[in-house]
């Protein structure tokens, strides 16, 4: 019985074929509106996942200058009221850190031979290796003796070692800095991008060697602070406040001449509002899916009415209550179920385009796909069953009368 | 397969308005009987042909087909009884547009549950008998007017029922295309079958046995003929 149900719906569908596709367009629309966009949503919310996490685990960062409400900084990294001594002080009073690497950052040109590139050279120790996760492809880092005896090395980032060097081995080499030589000794694997943007476009050296030889500063721009997990983050977080408020003497009413950013908080804001975004870029793609459905109905309920005297006709020649209701709840769930399966082949091929063209990260999830198709099914059926119902229970007489 | 009609009334209630389409009929109809209902327009003979038909139930009386209370009936068994003890055939044809004459043959023996091969070599066998096994892949509004009707007997015999029943049968048809309806319904009297039909003229109910006149909802007169 079930299966003369389908071909009776089929050839009901069949009879009003632009109709038929008319609605499913409704449901294609939908299902594809709702697999792109939790594919946009996701790529985002992965992107800046990777992003923030390429900067270090558990990591903390203390720059010069106030933090105002919105959380930015205001001339960051300008005033000039960190220095070493902080680091010192944060490494040796408070608890819960693995690593702290001060730094200093500017950019120059860099020259080997005829090549010369723009880029960020980073002063700091060798603490920061464990901190940024970086890795060395080739050599070594430079050594804590390096930092103290401000010798002249340098570690390449990646991009920096590929458009020096072209392919030959940089290990060894000398090249110059704002015109002072450095002896290259290592080479960084590469790390990609991260919030702060290409991180293999830079060049490390000893911290003592780019304050004095290269800069000529005392103070620094930066301190890296590795918690030993996110458990003490917070608490960690509150102690180095606390500490360089004391060492800065800053009175109660003062506000911080510093900040301290938590890149775990960072990283649970982000997550956060990248799913609200996925959310209800969902919400709104499944609003058009309802919309769909609705479409679904007010075509079957046409349809029932349109064939009001077939159904009498089918009625008188004994087809029974659950004949009639499967004839139109099928073509219901046949709309829906054909629509949803397009539908998911048109958000697939949509979020393809769109990373494409757009060239924004998307991530097809695999969940979108079947809860947007277990969705479509439900559509058709929830939007099926009235007017399915509504024709089964005609009255074989009153439906034969119908003109 | 004997037909028992006690007292059946049926009230209409149109708004405030009660038509008493059947006003207390009380009738019997033996197995392999020809009857012709006669009467005039808005008598109740086609309120009498469906409830006869197990199309509706009366409003009050009792109907008793082959020994069994048809009021007591719900609606998909009374969808069982239409589909295998009755063959239903109608003024205006009621065949299934978009659909071939055989597919349309066919379509009682769906409900029936029977298997498509031996449907459709079935309605093929059955439209035979009516004389139109040339036209079955036409569709309905390829045919003339007497040859949708032999479509429309040829569907109300498919599952071999023992009554059919024809409302006005004739009644859209010319003089030669009823006399061809109604030798196929003679014929099929012959068989043994339980005829039943509504018409407006004589020389149609000549054919019948058997002649109930309605008026007003009630039977008027009940003539035998003697042939
Ligand atoms: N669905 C209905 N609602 C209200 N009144 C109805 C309905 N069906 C029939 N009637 C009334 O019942 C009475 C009998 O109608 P019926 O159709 O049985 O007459 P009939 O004898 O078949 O007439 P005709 O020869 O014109 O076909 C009429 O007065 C009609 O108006
Ligand atoms: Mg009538």
Known sequence: ?403 | MSILLSEVTKVYQLGGERVNALAGITLSISPGEFTAIMGPSGSGKSTLMNILGCLDRPTTGSYMLDGQEVATLNDDQLAITRNKKIGFVFQSFNLLPRMSTLQNVALPMVYAGVEKKERLARAEQVLAMVGLESRMNHQPNELSGGQRQRVAIARALVNDPTIIMADEPTGNLDTKSGDEVMNIFSELNSQGRTIILVTHEPDIAEYAGRVVYVRDGLIERDEWKVR
């Open chain 1, 1 to 403: 019985m079930f299966s003369e149900s389908i071909s009776i719906a089929l050839a009901g569908l069949k009879a009003n074929k632009l109709r038929a596709m008319l609605t499913m367009l409704g449901i294609i629309i939908g299902v594809g509106a709702v697999i792109a966009m939790v594919s946009i949503g996701m790529g985002v919310k992965d992107k800046v996942a990777t992003s923030i996490a390429g900067l270090g685990s558990n990591l903390l960062v203390v720059t010069p200058g106030a933090s105002n409400a919105g959380g930015s900084r205001q001339a960051a990294g300008s005033s000039i009221t960190l220095n070493e001594k902080d680091a010192l002080a944060i490494t040796q009073e408070i608890a819960g850190i693995n690593l702290v690497a001060p730094a200093v950052t500017r950019s120059y040109q860099v020259v080997f031979g005829n090549q010369n590139w723009t880029t960020s050279i980073q002063g700091t120790t060798p603490d920061i290796q464990g901190i940024r996760d970086y890795n060395i492809e080739e050599g070594s880092f430079f050594t804590n003796q390096d930092v103290e005896t401000r010798a002249r090395v340098a570690v390449l980032g990646k991009t920096v070692a590929e458009n020096l060097f072209n392919g030959g081995t940089p290990i060894g080499q000398t090249i110059r800095i704002n015109n002072a030589p450095f002896r290259v000794v290592g080479v960084l694997e590469a790390k990609g991008e991260s919030a702060g943007g290409n991180q293999d476009d830079t060049v490390i050296i000893p911290l003592k060697t780019a304050q004095e030889r290269l800069m000529g500063i005392t103070y620094i721009q930066n301190i890296n602070v590795q918690a030993t997990g996110t458990d003490v983050i917070y608490q960690v977080q509150d102690d180095i406040t606390t500490l360089l408020r004391a060492r800065h003497k800053l009175t109660a009413t003062t506000p911080d001449d510093f900040t301290v950013r938590n890149m775990v908080a960072i990283m649970a804001a982000a997550d956060e509002t990248t799913s609200m975004i996925t959310s209800l870029l969902a919400v709104v793609a499944g609003l058009s899916l309802l919309v769909g459905g609705i479409g679904i109905m007010n075509i079957m309920l046409v349809s029932v009415t349109e064939r009001t005297r077939e159904i009498g006709i089918r009625k008188a020649l004994g087809a029974r209550y659950q004949n009639i209701l499967l004839q139109f709840l099928i073509e219901a769930i046949v709309i829906s179920v054909t629509g949803g399966v397009l539908g998911i082949a048109l958000g697939i091929g949509a979020s393809y385009g769109i990373s494409s063209i757009a060239g924004w990260k998307t991530v097809i999830s695999s969940l979108a796909i079947v809860a947007a198709f277990a969705f479509s099914v439900f559509i058709g059926l929830f939007f099926g069953i009235y007017p399915a119902r509504k024709a089964a229970l005609l009255d074989p007489i009153e439906a034969l009368r119908y003109e």
